[in-house]
């Protein structure tokens, strides 16, 4: 009797190892045809409580922001740096002059705004002109106390400009409207609606990647040069104070 249930345990034992060796099997088998993929979704789970927490992901934001700086302060010095061998203009945030408007010609032909700060401020003719948005203009006229600024709208503006995304320059020109126009020299110019425009890096009149607009419709001509209509980002109708640059030459 004894011998017959070593024989029935013994047979139970030899066709369960079979079945965990053929189960072996078949796992092997799927994790071959798979590429490991069970194997890297349960290592996901099991290694998940040992992930980098958050103190370690602040520590790595921050490492990315010093870099970012880093980087920024390097561009600014070589921007600097290759503007004076250029002789070109550059300006100083800690000298910038604050100034209300007091008056605004924004409709019709003659679009200015004047300010309550002049020459006895530190103001400049020439000087650039900024407020909440980009670019305004620049000072055409100054008495002791007083500026005019003659805008980007004005007939009277005429300003060298820089597409980024396509890295040209155009020259941006006031039409007595809201849109001034901006004109390409060449008919192969590449300019698309929403593209960036700020002022030229190469130019001799304003600081270099200060913000105008953006080109809202582009024309084709059949002469040699291609030209757009810009929407301005700052809006001198809305503007009641505004950023006097001042400019080292």
């Known amino acids: 009797m004894l011998d017959i249930r070593r024989i ?3 047979r139970w034992w030899h066709k369960k190892k079979i079945w965990i060796f ?12 798979s590429k490991g993929s069970l194997y890297k979704d349960i290592f996901y789970f099991i290694s998940k409580p040992f992930w980098p927490g958050h103190f370690q992901k602040e520590v790595i934001l921050k490492s990315i ?8 302060s390097l561009l600014k010095k070589d921007n600097i740096r290759l503007r004076e061998i250029l002789s070109l203009q550059q300006t100083s945030n800690n000298d910038n002059i604050s100034a209300a408007v007091i008056s605004r010609k924004t409709g ?24 909440p948005g980009g670019l305004l203009g620049r000072v055409n006229n100054t008495s ?23 890295q040209i320059n155009g020259l941006l020109v ?20 929403g593209d960036f425009v700020s002022s030229s890096p190469a130019s001799s009149l304003l600081p ?16 040699s040069k291609k030209t757009a209509k810009i ?19």
Request: charged share 20%; net charge negative.
């Open 174 to 193: 006031g039409s007595g409207d809201d849109h001034p126009g901006l004109i390409f020299y060449s008919k192969d110019a590449d300019v698309k609606v």
């Open 108 to 131: 019709g032909w003659w679009r200015q705004i004047i300010l309550n700060k002049g020459s006895t401020d530190g103001v400049e003719i020439g000087s650039t002109v900024t407020g």
């Open 8 to 10: 029935s345990s013994s």
């Open 208 to 223: 270099p990647n200060i913000p105008i607009g953006i080109v809202q419709s582009v024309e084709e001509t059949l002469q």
């Open 65 to 72: 922001d010093q870099e970012s700086l880093i980087k920024l």
């Open 144 to 166: 002791l106390f007083t500026s005019s600024v003659t805008l980007l709208t004005s007939p009277e503006s005429k300003l060298g400009v820089w597409v980024d995304r396509s």
């Open 231 to 249: 929407l301005l980002l700052a809006k001198p109708h809305l503007i009641d104070w505004v950023q006097i640059l001042n400019v080292n030459i």
């Open 22 to 33: 053929f189960g072996i099997f078949l796992f092997l088998v799927f994790v071959r045809i």
